[in-house]
């Protein structure tokens, strides 16, 4: 079992940053390919941002060169620097595992999920 705690979010205006963190436990970091998706109200969770175990990442359209994901292996903690911010950013943010250690857009792929973190863009 993964534990996993997201942290970060808040209420922005167009524009500005924030860095989403997720700390795992319960089981190794090691060989998990990770992820983070987003659910605004009334949508479906999409995917947003995966990142392999060595470190190959890959990323929805609309967030590709303002969202970078990242990891810190020895930390157990998976990162999201989301830049230039806008009011479409805004959903709940989940951090996801997976057992695969390739990275993965498809939601089904990953074994478990965190409670979310919320981001609230203003115009």
């Known amino acids: 079992q993964v534990q996993l705690v997201e942290s970060g979010g808040g209420m922005v205006r167009a524009g500005d940053s924030l860095r989403l963190s997720c700390a795992a436990s319960?089981?190794?970091?090691?060989?998990?390919?990770m992820g983070w998706f987003r659910q605004a109200p009334g949508k479906d969770r999409t995917f947003v941002a995966t990142i392999s175990w060595l470190g190959n990442t890959l990323y929805t359209t609309s967030v590709r060169g303002r969202f970078t994901i990242s990891r810190d292996n020895d930390k157990n903690t998976l990162y999201l620097q989301m830049n230039s911010l806008k009011p479409d950013d805004t959903a709940v943010y989940y951090c996801?595992?997976?057992?695969?250690?390739?990275?993965?857009?498809?939601?089904?792929?990953?074994?478990?999920w965190g409670h979310g973190t919320q981001v609230t863009v203003s115009s």
């Open positions: 319960g089981r190794s970091f090691e060989g998990l390919a």
């Open positions: 996801a595992a997976s057992r695969r250690s390739g990275y993965t857009g498809i939601k089904d792929d990953y074994d478990w």
